[in-house]
T-cell receptor, first 115, second 113 residues
């Protein structure tokens, strides 16, 4: 079956603009995660959804970042007033949600570049 | 809070030689341990995980890792590497009861023909 997909694969924007990044999880996966991977670093946790609700958003760096998952499937990560420091690869993952130790399946990521 | 240290950022190794990628973690509570691999232009893929039981864990593609609680380590090993093992490898932990994966900075394994 299809894996986790993310669109767009690349996004270039200007400082101060608003961007939306989309994630389509594996069908039937109730848990969805967003991570951010800066150059030379490992992925860094941003937010975790169980169904429609954000169960843990402690990794969001500030209030410019927001994510939604209105129907418990597709999720959108929204970044307002982008800054150059937001440039990174944004990764989405999904898993069967019953246990936190289930394998997280990762998408290919969206590379965001803020000029 | 928990943290993960991958001691080597790059590891070159000749084809068919053994390799060990080192991972140490720190945490004040119980954690569960994972190794993920990222092949060029692909997403992260789970290699293996340790939750409980035998401290020697076998994963895909002939990799294995050993959990050592006293040394807070979870080193990844393969007895004979192939060109296709060239990738970046990430060690990660989850604190008991949490859904957050905490990753190390990664180790780039380059297999030399």
């Amino acid at each position: 079956g299809a894996g986790v997909s993310q669109t767009p694969s690349n996004k270039v924007t200007e400082k101060g603009k608003y961007v939306e990044l989309r994630c389509d999880p594996i069908s039937g996966h109730t848990a969805l995660y967003w991570y951010r991977q800066s150059l030379g670093q490992g992925p860094e946790f941003l937010i975790y959804f169980q169904g429609t609700g954000a169960a843990d958003d402690s990794g969001l760096p500030n209030d410019r970042f927001f994510a939604v998952r209105p129907e418990g499937s597709v999720s959108t990560l929204k970044i307002q007033r982008t800054e150059r420091g937001d440039s990174a690869v944004y990764l989405c993952a999904s898993s069967l949600g019953e246990s936190p130790y289930n394998e997280q399946f990762f998408g290919p990521g969206t590379r965001l570049t803020v000029l | 809070a928990q943290s993960v240290t991958q001691l080597d950022s790059q590891v070159p190794v000749f084809e068919e030689a053994p390799v060990e990628l080192r991972c140490n973690y720190s945490s004040s509570v119980s954690v569960y341990l994972f190794w993920y691999v990222q092949y060029p232009n692909q997403g992260l893929q789970l290699l293996l995980k340790y939750l409980s039981g035998s401290t020697l864990v076998k994963g895909i593609n002939g990799f294995e890792a050993e959990f050592n609680k006293s040394q807070t380590s979870f080193h990844l090993r393969k007895p004979s590497v192939h060109i296709s093992d060239t990738a970046e490898y990430f060690c990660a932990v989850i604190r008991a009861g949490s859904y957050q994966l905490t990753f190390g900075k990664g180790t780039k394994l380059s297999v030399i023909p």
